[in-house]
């Protein structure tokens, strides 16, 4: 790659910017911390200092693209890589790949147009390096090309005619990859985490792409789960049997130098539990087991001894959460009142149901609620509005679909709970909602000062309970965990509590 820089510095078109050409011609340093410097320092996050130095896994990493073609980085959460190796695109856009594409995949187009966008934010704030970025039209001689969300365009002194391209991708498919002709670097950022149910083909196009230029490609992603063509690279790069070279970036290298803090990984091995290795510990781990402790299950049916559900205190605030199922699933409803005195979360009713009649279920809801007094919420499936909307028509709120949509997305953006603001309230089980609702929960159940407790006669709950499995995602797999329509509704109890931990 030096050797392809020098050339280029030495063969300059007819089509050269002076002030550019003049520029390049002088060393534009190619180790990692001498460019990092040259352009200018990252602001740390949490203190507002500049970053002085790269860590030594940043430095290694960058270093080693001169006698590596191929390179892997597993990496932990917040540990900075993808940032660098964007660095990196960029002082190779200015060197090795003058004139080339570089491409830019992420997990989906919108994720890598952030990249790339950082990227760009980047560079126009670097003193020395902001003119090379191409902002105005003008500057583009190809009448078809114009600036756009998804592209960098690189100034390139050896022909302004063609300049140096950074394409953000999405690894939603192949076909998103072989359109392009003239690549000599492709950068993989998380890629791990894209909804590909087999990424095979992802990989096959990326590389095609390299053949005709020999270019490098560099995949920086978490593990998820021992599975897909970067854990099949992982494991043939500890067999010999690959040309990557492999780094293994753990959070706590990141603590050493100042990234994250330890009680920031303290918090999250906390609320990830199982999960804490592949997030934090570049751990291929199989993200599957057991979502709930069963130790503090049965310490909470433990606590569960000491209540009786059917002596009912119609004067504790209570929540009534249902889960309407489908023609294959059950319906399930699920009560619990909040004891403030012994500072605890009791369930007073679990119960599946086999698909009854909607006027039966609406009326059976009204039954309970009227026995079991004074609750304060009613949650439901936003996924299936119907039986809510007849909720909140006979509770007298405001039943149009689309006016609780647009109210729900209002309190969201406020970072507002709407169950303060709502009778009968709509949840969103959204994949980030499920993965917040799974995790809170377990929270819950293992707080120490116990915050729940589950009468011994409910075993349709504690069963599903002790038998929930979660996925790779970290979230409840309904396929393989028995009665999932009422832990539905436990894990949608969860979005009408909030608790400190204990300490703070």
């Not at 009854?356 to 279920?361: F, G, N, R, W």
Request: contains cysteine; glycine residues 4%; charged residues 25%.
């Amino acid at each position: 790659m030096l050797k392809c820089f020098q050339q280029a510095n030495s063969i300059l078109s007819l089509n050269v910017e002076p002030d550019i050409a003049e520029e390049l011609q002088k060393d534009i340093p190619l180790d990692p911390q001498e460019f990092y410097q040259d352009f200018g320092y990252l602001v740390h996050p949490k203190t507002g200092q500049d970053v002085l130095q790269l860590t030594p896994y940043q430095y290694e990493i960058w270093n080693a693209k001169n006698k590596n073609k191929y390179r892997l980085v597993v990496k932990s959460q917040k540990v900075g890589i993808t940032t660098s190796v964007l660095l990196e695109d960029f002082q190779d856009a200015l060197t090795g790949c003058r004139g080339y594409d570089i491409l830019l995949i992420a997990q989906t187009q919108n994720h890598a147009n952030e990249h790339l966008r950082t990227l760009k934010n980047l560079i126009l704030n670097s003193a020395k390096y902001s003119r090379y970025l191409i902002t105005n039209p003008s500057e583009l001689l190809l009448k078809e090309e114009k600036t756009k969300v998804g592209v960098a365009y690189i100034k390139n002194p050896d022909n302004q005619k063609k300049p140096t391209r950074i394409i953000a991708l999405g690894a939603t498919s192949e076909g998103s990859i072989w359109s392009w002709k003239n690549v000599k670097k492709i950068h993989m950022s998380d890629v791990t985490s894209a909804n590909l149910v087999d990424d095979s083909g992802l990989f096959a196009a990326a590389f095609s792409r390299l053949a005709n230029t020999d270019g490098s490609l560099i995949i920086e992603a978490p593990p998820r789960g021992p599975k897909g063509k970067t854990y099949e690279i992982y494991q043939q790069i500890l067999e010999h049997k690959s040309q990557f070279k492999l780094f293994v970036i753990k959070a706590e290298q990141a603590v050493t130098h100042g990234l994250i803090t330890l009680d920031f990984l303290d918090e999250e091995r906390q609320r990830l539990g199982p999960l804490y290795p592949q997030y934090y510990e570049a751990e291929f781990i199989a993200g599957r087991g057991n979502v709930y402790s069963h130790l503090s299950i049965d310490k909470a049916v433990e606590r569960g001894t000491l209540y009786d559900p059917q002596n009912v205190n119609k004067f504790l605030p209570k929540y009534l959460l249902i889960d309407e199922g489908f023609s294959s699933s059950k319906f399930a409803v699920l009560i619990a009142q909040w004891d403030k005195h012994k500072r605890q979360l009791q369930i007073l009713h679990a119960e599946e149901l086999q698909s009854p009649l909607y006027e039966d279920a609406l009326n059976y809801i009204f039954t309970l609620r009227e026995r079991y007094g004074n609750v304060i919420n009613i949650g439901f499936d936003a996924s299936r509005p119907e039986l809510g909307m007849s909720l909140k028509k006979r509770v007298g709120e405001n039943y149009n679909w689309q006016y609780v949509q647009e109210k729900i997305q209002q309190y969201k953006k406020q970072n507002l709970n709407p169950a303060h603001y709502m009778k009968v309230v709509p949840v969103l089980f959204t994949l980030e909602q499920k993965a917040w609702m799974t995790s809170h929960s377990r929270r819950l159940l293992d707080d120490p000062r116990g915050l729940v407790a589950i009468h011994p006669s409910f075993t349709v709950l504690i069963d599903a309970l002790k038998a929930a499995i979660f996925d790779d995602r970290g979230i409840l797999d309904k396929e393989e965990s028995p009665h999932n329509d009422i832990l539905d509704t436990f894990q949608m109890l969860t979005t009408f509590l909030t608790f400190r931990p204990k300490g703070e």
